[in-house]
């Protein structure tokens, strides 16, 4: 059975600062791995996805890795912003016809001024 | 773009009553989830669906059934509602190994 923990679950920061959220998953057998953003009472809106033969992809000031062997995605946010202020999950597709997603718990962002 | 619509945004309902939740999708879609959302706890998996009319159970099935009678429409049935099933219900979609698209969930309460 996947399992996805996210490392830390809380985190603040000044503005400014480049971070680092991980993402740990036991099971490399998956399609790909994407990260989210989810703004409190709001659904979760897609960052970045990268498929399993790919190794990071970029958005803007956003970078995402990922290390099949051991389990491991980054999501790096460069000179963060109040209005990074969110909670961030990683999800894993299992590979396989019936296809499961399994979420993190995720990390809640806090940019300060 | 990729649409996911669930049918409400906020739904207030008796407990012991059957409660229907509806996900529509636009982008011809494989899969489809849905999942609970509940403070501490994240999201956890219901019930998804990788073709028509096939479903596989997910973390947390009991109380819950689903349909998908046709490939843009996952619904979520609670067939006798409790308190304990108050919480946020987020449903997504996805191609087979593809980005998954999240509706803008439905906040249900039961009383």
């Known amino acids: 059975k996947q399992e996805v923990t996210q490392i830390p679950a809380a985190l603040s920061v000044p503005e400014g600062e480049n971070l680092v959220l991980n993402c740990s998953f036991t099971?490399?057998?998956?399609?790909?791995l994407q990260w989210f953003r989810q703004d409190p009472g709001k659904g979760l809106t897609s960052l970045l996805l990268?498929?399993?033969?790919?190794r990071e992809q970029t958005s803007g000031r956003l970078n995402a890795s990922l290390d099949k062997s051991s389990g491991r995605s980054t999501l790096y946010i460069a000179a963060s912003q109040p209005g990074d202020s969110a909670t961030y999950l990683c999800?894993?597709?299992?590979?396989?016809?019936?296809?499961?997603?399994?979420f993190g718990t995720g990390t809640r962002l806090q940019v300060t001024l | 773009d990729v649409k996911v619509t669930q049918s409400s945004r906020y739904l207030v309902k008796r407990t012991g009553e059957k409660v229907f939740l509806e996900c529509v999708q636009d982008?011809?879609?494989?899969?489809m989830f849905w999942y609970r959302q509940d403070p501490g706890l994240g999201l956890r998996l219901i019930y998804f669906?990788?073709?028509?009319?096939?479903?596989e159970k997910g973390d947390i099935p009991e109380g819950y059934s689903v349909s998908r009678e046709k490939k843009e429409r996952f619904s979520l049935i609670l067939e006798s509602a409790s308190t304990n099933q108050t919480s946020m219900y987020l449903c997504?979609?996805?191609?087979?190994?593809?980005?998954?698209?999240f509706g803008q969930g439905t906040r249900l309460t039961v009383v």
């Open positions: 997504a979609s996805s191609l087979r190994t593809g980005e998954a698209f």
């Open positions: 099971d490399s057998a998956i399609y790909n």
């Open positions: 990268i498929q399993s033969s790919q």
């Open positions: 999800a894993a597709l299992d590979a396989g016809t019936a296809s499961k997603l399994t």
């Open positions: 982008m011809d879609h494989e899969n």
């Open positions: 669906s990788y073709d028509v009319k096939m479903k």
